[in-house]
């Protein structure tokens, strides 16, 4: 009924040859995606710090750096001066909060706990803003 497979697959290696693919285990995986989810949080924690400084956003911000550059083998992050538009002050929380979870998940998975620590207080701190905010523009 089906024809069968005649070459071999371009996935294979040769016989005694090593493979020339990139290997990377589990744990340097969730290192990279963990990075990843820290550094557009640390983005965003930069653009509220812009739109209104304080004491925590700038605790935040350097402890990001220090979980970035400890993931990436002591390579620290790079960090742009974003424009100041408090317009969207709101969005940025949701966005930060949902980075946060998106980190907590993965900081979990490799159960680094001082990374999941921060992104648990990063969501905490966020949805606090949006419950001041909310608050704010209801009364």
Same mark, same amino acid.
């Given at each position: ?9 371009? #996935?294979?290696?040769?016989?005694? $040859?090593?493979? $020339?693919?990139?290997? =990377?285990?589990?744990?340097?995986? *969730? ?6 989810? *820290?550094?557009?949080? &640390?983005?965003?924690?930069?653009? *509220? ?14 402890? *990001? ?31 930060? #909060?949902?980075?946060?979870? =998106? ?14 620590? &921060? ?6 701190? #966020? ?9 704010? $523009?209801?009364?």
């Amino acid at each position: 009924m089906y024809e069968p497979i005649r070459t071999k697959s371009v #996935h294979s290696t040769m016989a005694g $040859t090593p493979s $020339t693919f990139p290997r =990377r285990s589990r744990e340097e995986e *969730l290192d990279i995606q963990l990075a990843g989810h *820290l550094v557009a949080l &640390l983005a965003v924690t930069d653009e *509220l710090r812009a739109s209104a400084p304080s004491a925590d956003l700038d605790t935040a911000a350097d402890r *990001l750096a220090q979980q970035v550059a400890r993931l990436r083998g002591g390579r620290a992050p790079v960090r742009a001066t974003p424009a100041v538009d408090e317009s969207h002050r709101a969005d940025l929380h949701r966005r930060a #909060h949902a980075l946060a979870g =998106r980190a907590l998940v993965v900081a979990a998975s490799r159960a680094d706990t001082t990374a999941a620590i &921060l992104a648990a207080q990063r969501m905490d701190a #966020h949805t606090a803003a949006l419950a001041a905010q909310e608050l704010a $523009t209801a009364g």
